[in-house]
């Protein structure tokens, strides 16, 4: 089978649909990957999509494909991808989340869990080859298909698990993705008064695209914050496994500085653990977990990668930049944007003013993320050649785990490539705005030494 090679990305499958995704591509991954579940002893695998318009046409030929190739198969419905991986953890250990995360209305895709682990790298590259070969499992009989409803078990579980010591009014904002469907209900039954924005599931995404990390996209939830007597807001993105937090005076308190607040929670109960971070995250992150007793941790960006660190050095929390958050402390380790925001606010709530606590969290001046728009294929490039001709004095210190990190006393650089898009991912922080100035152009400047038509556009903060 033809397949186009793009699609396979370092922590999952995704591209456009019709044109690299399509009903031929899951029913072919189906019997891909239910080939290599059985070769691990995995008899059932849990299915769930977002409320992608492409979703239900690619998870039923997903569930044909896997049913094909001899798996029995628990269909979960429209659900955000942490409740599969909640699936995946009760049900099943394998499951398939259908879905384009925050890409673009037009993506779709799939991230996978196979025998309870998140799988990348090359167990994505060699679903890609059983793929291309056809070489998947021809059994004697078929799996069989079962349907079942897994949001009132987690929202339960949730619930018996987190408790605010007070009431809290707070405003959703769930940008007509999928935790629209369920967040909600999760923070009214935890106690608190919650004023809707953008609820119904709806692939075009009609009012603003569900991404977080983007500050464009936190508008409407600043200005309800603005009108209304609700002390925070909380943000989703399409699939439901990121948080954003806004303050009630508009600040966007980015995933780093929540790590920070999550970190000394979970200190204070596992002292001297592993707490992991992405190199996206600000440089008064480590500081901090190691004020609260933890080790800090920085690894690559990725979801995948992050649970995988996680997993195998025995680490209760982890975070990345993008607002994906991972609590192995009292939940199962999975990036939950619900989950996340429901151990924000039992902290929070144990302060009369959540604000307060959040604007004294530690920060710098930073700039979002900026993306550099390159063709298909290159960012990669671009990083090996940044890699090779880096060169920064003393007290500079170089990172090449993920794309080029350079640290100084007073701020940061980073160059990666993304693994989702072809962009390199950009992201500058100093202590003072003159550090932010210098460091960015620095960076930049070596960026052009070897791309000189790179450009972005996005306002420092």
């Not at 080859?129 to 021809?138: D, F, L, P, V, Y």
């Not at 996206?280 to 933890?294: D, T």
């Not at 290159?378 to 050649?385: G, N, S």
């Amino acid at each position: 089978m033809q397949v186009n090679l793009s699609i396979f990305k370092a922590y999952d499958i995704r591209g456009v649909v019709p044109s690299t995704i399509n009903e031929a591509l899951a029913e072919a991954l189906g019997k891909a990957f239910g080939t290599a579940a059985l070769k691990e002893g995995e008899t059932l695998v849990a299915v769930g999509r977002d409320g992608r318009l492409s979703g239900a046409a690619l998870s039923a030929a997903l569930i044909r494909g896997l049913i094909e190739a001899g798996v029995n198969v628990v269909d979960v419905g429209m659900v955000t991808t942490p409740m599969l991986y909640y699936a995946a953890s009760t049900l099943a250990t394998s499951g398939i989340q259908v879905t384009g995360s925050h890409n673009p209305k037009d993506y779709n895709g799939f991230k996978m869990v196979l025998a309870g682990r998140a799988i990348y790298g090359e167990e994505i590259q060699a679903l890609k080859q059983t793929i291309e070969a056809e070489s998947w499992a021809a059994p004697n009989k078929h799996g069989t298909l079962s349907l079942a409803d897994v949001q009132t078990d987690y929202i339960e579980r949730i619930v018996s698990g987190v408790a605010l010591e007070r009431p809290m009014k707070i405003v959703i904002d769930s940008g007509n993705g999928v935790a629209g469907a369920s967040a909600p209900a999760v923070f009214r039954a935890l106690g608190c008064e919650v004023t809707e924005l953008f609820s119904e599931v709806d692939g075009n995404f009609p009012n603003h695209h569900p991404d977080p990390s983007k500050p464009e996209n936190l508008q409407d939830l600043i200005r309800a914050l603005q009108t209304s007597d609700a002390e925070l807001g909380l943000a989703f993105d399409g699939d439901g496994d990121r948080l954003g937090i806004v303050t009630k005076d508009g600040q966007n308190i980015y995933p780093d500085r929540q790590m920070m607040l999550f970190a000394r929670d979970v200190l204070a109960r596992e002292p001297g653990k592993t707490i992991v971070f992405d190199v996206k995250c600000s440089q008064r992150l480590a500081p901090e977990i190691e004020a609260a007793g933890g080790v800090a941790l920085m690894y690559k960006t990725g979801h995948s990668l992050i649970k995988a660190k996680m997993r195998e050095i025995g680490s209760p929390l982890g975070g990345e930049m993008s607002g994906h958050i991972f609590f192995k402390d009292r939940w199962y380790g999975f990036d939950d944007g619900t989950y996340a925001g429901a151990r924000l606010l039992e902290i929070l709530s144990r302060s009369p003013d959540a604000n307060a606590v959040l604007n004294a969290l530690p920060t710098s001046f930073s700039t979002p993320e900026l993306n550099v728009p390159c063709v298909e294929g290159e960012p990669h490039a671009v990083v090996e050649a940044l890699i090779a001709s880096a060169k920064f004095d003393a007290p500079a210190k170089i990172s090449t785990i993920d794309g080029v990190r350079v640290d100084w006393p007073d701020g940061f650089g980073l160059i990666r490539a993304s693994n989702t898009t072809p962009v390199l991912v950009l992201r500058f922080e100093g202590q003072t705005p003159e550090a932010l100035a210098r460091i960015q152009a620095d960076m930049l400047a070596l960026l052009r030494s070897v791309k000189p038509d790179a450009s972005f556009a996005a306002p420092a903060h």
